[in-house]
């Protein structure tokens, strides 16, 4: 077995010195897309694949007095499959460095599970990014920066597209920078009072919320894929298919929520921690989201 934990591994959290109360963590991104994707529950129905279903639109027709009205099917058709994978991250902790860790065995545990926990949910923010470059609608130039102009253009396309319900926008990192410099720029009277909230993008927070723009909250994210070599990033608006599942443009099966497994290995002297969960992610309503694809 390779990759255990040992006190090797753990250097800054052992007696050797005096250590510092504040143990640094390291960048997790925030998790800003499951709660806007539409999300099924696979447990217990005996499968790992989501199949997602869409009726088709028939046309109304004009009926002569004294004709008879001719039938029209009622149909669905299938618009995608999502079939689950299964993720996981497993550390192997020596029985020595239980005993020699500042934290002892009982807090290392516990830090194990919660971080890889969090590592699960930032994978499954990171495949619901990548769906973005599927939108076959897009805004954007490529090597241009994301705009007010381009903003408005994804909320137009969702409209002439019958997108129906709550538009939220998620960002790339760089793409929330250009618009609150777009917006900051703008001498429009329509953010003349960006500071009372009139138009909240200006009023920056810290936990990946950028604010709301023309009634459409946003989003960012340092997830998100790139596009055309590199030069551009792939944010998104899209419907949000959790307060509007009829309208949702991705979707997720979720068949195993991060689950938690231990193991004492005598041989090895020391435990197994494993993290584990089986989810998949798949586009469902190409019409209800909008790629942005702007300058990296």
Not at 4 to 28: H, P, Q, R
Not at 114 to 134: C, H, I, P
């Amino acid at each position: 077995m390779s990759g255990e934990t040992t006190g090797t591994t753990l250097t800054e959290i052992v007696n050797a010195e005096l250590i510092s109360d504040i143990i640094l963590v390291y960048a997790i991104d925030n998790f800003v897309i499951y709660d806007k994707v539409f999300t099924v529950d696979l447990r217990g129905k005996a499968t790992k694949t989501l199949s997602v279903p869409m009726w088709i639109q028939d046309g109304v027709h004009a009926v002569a007095e004294g004709a008879a009205l001719g039938n029209s099917d009622l149909e669905t058709t299938e618009v995608a499959t999502i079939s689950v994978t299964q993720y996981g991250i497993m550390r192997e902790v020596t029985k020595l460095a239980e005993e020699t860790t500042t934290l002892g065995a009982g807090g290392l545990a516990q830090f194990i599970v919660q971080d890889g926990v969090a590592l699960l949910l930032e994978k499954l923010e990171d495949v619901l990014a990548a769906l973005f470059a599927s939108a076959g609608n897009t805004v954007g130039s490529t090597g241009v920066d994301f705009s007010i102009a381009d903003f408005v253009a994804a909320m137009a396309k969702l409209d002439t597209a019958k997108a129906r319900g709550q538009k939220v926008c998620i960002l790339d990192d760089q793409q929330a920078v250009d618009l609150r410099s777009s917006v900051a720029a703008s001498a429009a009277t329509v953010f003349a009072n960006a500071a009372s909230g009139a138009q909240s993008v200006l009023n920056a927070r810290s936990d990946a919320y950028v604010g709301e723009l023309f009634g459409v909250p946003i989003w960012l994210t340092n997830l998100t894929d790139t596009a055309n070599t590199a030069a551009d990033v792939v944010g998104c608006m899209m419907i949000n298919g959790r307060a509007n599942p009829k309208n949702a443009p991705i979707a997720c099966a979720m068949l195993r929520p991060p689950e938690y497994a231990s193991l004492y290995l005598p041989g090895d002297i020391g435990t197994q921690h494993a993290i584990t969960a089986a989810f998949g992610v798949g586009e469902v309503g190409d019409h209800n989201y909008v790629g942005i694809v702007t300058d990296a």
